[in-house]
């Protein structure tokens, strides 16, 4: 699964999920005319209007993304592009897709707001693991039409002070070259699949008769299901 992608799905998901704590949260909780915020000094404050405006947000899914696009090749009207060249022409953007492992990959245009928000979060999420200043971070995954990797290349070179090791799948740079670059450099972080992960735990002792641990790998980013 892609960034992109994601990024709207887990969007669409959080936006659902909100309405469903808020309506039973504050709903429950606020039973009179009003709730203020005594430190607000007039700003803020929650208005027992709040679960009933939540539930009135629009909310998609990526099959809503899916049946745009079928309908308005390539890019779909939901971007809200009044024309694809006057986009291009005013916002330097990226082409990215989906994997396309449930069907035909989807096009996604990224600009430097979606650049800028999927290097945040996947730096973010790097931070909250331990990853800091000064550590190294392979990527055993290709800078390609997917998003993934060039977020996590960016959340470690403009966000977090590290170095992005962009070796890409074994497919560019082999799994024994791979491990080769880890030993040689003192790499201390990944973020590649669980099955390329076990992979290279293999490739460590079968091909340079080695332990994997002797990496002394901080942290592992993955991604299941």
């Not at 936006?15 to 504050?26: L, R």
């Not at 005594?38 to 209007?49: D, I, N, Q």
């Not at 790097?126 to 959340?155: C, E, F, H």
Request: with cysteine.
């Amino acid at each position: 699964m892609q960034i992109g992608v994601a990024l709207v799905t887990a969007v669409s998901a959080l936006a659902a999920s909100i309405k469903g704590q808020i309506d039973s949260t504050f709903t429950s909780q606020f039973k009179g005319d009003f709730a203020i915020n005594t430190g607000a000094r007039g700003f803020g404050g929650l208005s027992p209007l709040l679960a009933d405006d939540i539930n009135k947000l629009p909310t998609f899914n990526s099959e809503d993304i899916k049946n745009d696009q079928a309908a308005h090749p390539p890019f779909g009207v939901l971007p809200g592009y009044e024309g694809l060249h006057q986009h291009l022409v005013t916002t330097p953007s990226r082409l990215q897709s989906s994997g396309g492992t449930t069907g035909k990959p989807r096009f996604t245009l990224q600009g430097t707001v979606e650049n800028e928000v999927c290097a945040i979060s996947a730096a973010r999420a790097l931070w909250i693991q331990g990853a800091r200043p000064g550590d190294m971070l392979q990527i055993p995954a290709t800078n390609s039409l997917a998003a993934l990797p060039w977020a996590y290349a960016k959340a470690c070179t403009e966000y977090l002070g590290m170095l992005p090791i962009t070796t890409g799948s074994g497919v560019v740079t082999p799994t024994r070259r791979q491990l080769e670059i880890a030993f040689d450099l003192g790499v201390n972080c990944w973020m590649s699949f669980p099955e390329y992960l076990n992979r290279l735990a293999q490739g460590a002792k079968e091909e340079l008769g080695r332990d994997i641990r002797e990496l002394k790998t901080k942290l592992i980013t993955t991604f299941l299901g």
